[in-house]
């Protein structure tokens, strides 16, 4: 079947302008997670769904940056008047409902860059 | 709070020679650790979870409490087992399991 979809891949900024990013998680999976992957680091947390209420946003790095997920299926992340630093890799994640082992399975990425 | 530590950025190994990848944790309760990969060109995947205690692709992983490590072992690297190696945690958290990834060791296996 198919896997976790991102769209666009890439996405090209100028500074300032705001972007949105979106996810389609596997059919059925209640979780979904979005990660920043700054060049050469791992994924870091931004935001986790349980369906769709947001549980924790808590990585998110500043009131710049919205996520949501009104449908509990397909989400989107939200960056407000870009800056540099929000270049990275963003990466989606959903996971089945289940116990703490389910692993988690990831879209492509999309590519942020800010000028 | 959870954190997880791979202090190799970058490993190589000839074809055939013994792979060690490290991987400590930080977590002051039962954490549940994991091995993802991300082969060139293609997604980040899971290798293998602790609890499974299985072998994949040759590679093997044993839970350490006392050292709190989480090292990834393979007897004889081959050549398409190049690729970023990612160590995982995933603990309890808010009432949900918060996954924290580690920097990534970039395995280079030389012909």
Known sequence: ?115 | AQRVTQPEKLLSVFKGAPVELKCNYSYSGSPELFWYVQYSRQRLQLLLRHISRESIKGFTADLNKGETSFHLKKPFAQEEDSAMYYCALSALSGGYQKVTFGIGTKLQVIP
Do not use: M
């Not at chain 1, 900024?13 to 990660?35: E, N, T």
């Not at chain 1, 946003?57 to 870009?82: C, H, M, N, Y």
């Not at chain 1, 540099?84 to 879209?107: H, I, M, R, T, W």
């Open chain 1, 1 to 115: 079947g198919a896997g976790v979809s991102q769209s666009p891949r890439y996405k090209v900024a100028k500074r300032g302008q705001d972007v949105a990013l979106r996810c389609d998680p596997i059919s059925g999976h209640v979780s979904l997670f979005w990660y920043q992957q700054a060049l050469g680091q791992g994924p870091e947390f931004l935001t986790y769904f349980q369906n769709e209420a947001q549980l924790d946003k808590s990585g998110l790095p500043s009131d710049r940056f919205f996520a949501e997920r009104p449908e509990g299926s397909v989400s989107t992340l939200k960056i407000q008047r870009t800056q540099q630093e929000d270049s990275a890799v963003y990466l989606c994640a959903s996971s089945p409902p289940g116990g703490p082992y389910n692993e988690q399975f990831f879209g492509p990425g999309t590519r942020l860059t800010v000028l």
